[in-house]
C-alpha cells in the first residue's frame, strides 16, 4: 500500500514520522512543497489549486490514500479534494484543540497560520495565535536545534496565561522539544485514522 503525502516543507515530515510507527507495512511519498511555502498567508484560492495539483500529482503516482500534512491545506481544500477524488481515502489533519481542551481546565494557545486560524472558530477558553511568518521561519531554520530553540522563545515570548500549547500547523511540530508546557499536536489523531482506513482497506 502506497500512503501520498504533502505539505509546504518540513512540516508535515512529524506527521509522516507518527504514520510510520502506526502503519509501518506501508510504502510512503512524501511530497515537499517547499516552492509554495508559506501556504498560511495566501489567498485561499490559491491554496486550493496547489493542494489539489499536489493531490493530483500523487494519485497519478499510483498512491492508495492521501494525509495532508498540512493543517492550512486542510482547512482550505480537504473538502475539495474530497469532492474531486470521490473514490478514494483522503485524510486531513486538525489542530488538536478539542483534546486539548479536555485536558486542561485554563487556557490554551493556539498557534497557527492566519488561514488556519481565520477558516475555523474556537471558544472562548483558547487564545488564537495567527502566526504570519512563523512556518517560513521553521523552513528556513530546519533542522538547526537551536535556530528552531530561538524561535520558539521568541513566539511564545508573545503570550501568556495559557497552561497548554496546541500546534495548529505542522511546522510548529519541530518546536515542541522547546516548548516548557503541555503541548497538543494533530500528528498523532491523523496516524490513528491512517491505521483504521489502512486496517479496513487491507481487511486487517
Ligand atoms: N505546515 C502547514 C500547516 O500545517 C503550512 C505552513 C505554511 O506553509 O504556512 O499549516
Known sequence: MLIGMF???SG??????????AVPYARYLYLDDS??????NKPEEEIKRIALENARILFDAGCDAIVI???????????LIRKEYPDKVVIGIEPAVRPALGKVKGKIL????PVTANLRSYP???????????????????PN???LKALAKKTLAKYSGYEAVVTGCTHYA??????????????EGVARRLRSVTDKLTGG
Request: proline share 6%; glycine share 8%.
Open 35 to 40: 516552492a509554495h511555502c508559506p501556504y498560511g
Open 145 to 147: 536545534a537551536s535556530a
Open 7 to 9: 505539505d509546504s516543507g
Open 124 to 142: 472562548d477558553r483558547v487564545i488564537v495565535g495567527a502566526e504570519e511568518t512563523l512556518a517560513a521561519e521553521i523552513e528556513a531554520a530546519y
Open 69 to 79: 500534512a498540512c493543517n492550512t491545506a486542510t482547512a482550505a481544500a480537504a473538502p
Open 110 to 113: 493556539l498557534l497557527a497560520t
Open 174 to 187: 519541530h518546536l515542541i522539544p522547546y516548548i516548557d508546557a503541555p503541548v497538543f499536536d494533530g500528528a
Open 12 to 21: 508535515g515530515l512529524s506527521v509522516l514520522c507518527a504514520c510510520k510507527k
